[in-house]
C-alpha cells in the first residue's frame, strides 16, 4: 500500500470565507467547490507530511497547518494587507526555517514558513 494523499479538513458552516484567505491572500487554486466543500491547493505536486508535537518550537502553540511558501515576505505583506493577525514572528527559528504565526477565518492557528 502506498499513502497518495493527505488532506487537511476543517469544520465550518461558512465555506466560502475561506477563499480570500487561502486564494486570495496565500495564492492556493480552489480544485472544487461543492457548495459543502471546498478544496484549496496547487496543480503541482507537493510533499506531504504529518507532524505530531507537543509545542509549535521555540515556546509557541502548535499549529493548527503549516504551509511553506516560497517568499515569505510577500506572504506577511499579503496578511497584514488582508488584516490577519500576526501572532508570532517573523521569526528566524534555529532549525533553519524563518515563520510567523497568523489565523485563518475560522480561528485555526497557521504557520507560514520558508526554509531558509
Request: net charge negative; aromatic share 8%; hydrophobic share 40%.
Amino acid at each position: 500500500m502506498q499513502v497518495k494523499r493527505i488532506v487537511a479538513n476543517i469544520a465550518s458552516d461558512q465555506v466560502d470565507k475561506a477563499r480570500q484567505f487561502y486564494a486570495d491572500v496565500l495564492g492556493l487554486d480552489i480544485l472544487m467547490h461543492q457548495g459543502w466543500i471546498a478544496t484549496y491547493g496547487a496543480q503541482e505536486k507537493m510533499t506531504l507530511q504529518v507532524s505530531i508535537m507537543s509545542q509549535g518550537g521555540s515556546d509557541t502553540p502548535v499549529p493548527d497547518l503549516s504551509i511553506e511558501v516560497d517568499d515569505l515576505d510577500e506572504a506577511l505583506g499579503r496578511v497584514r494587507k488582508a488584516g490577519y493577525p500576526v501572532e508570532y514572528g517573523p521569526a528566524e527559528e534555529p532549525w533553519g526555517v524563518r515563520r510567523f504565526y497568523t489565523r485563518d477565518p475560522f480561528g485555526k492557528l497557521v504557520n507560514i514558513l520558508v526554509h531558509r
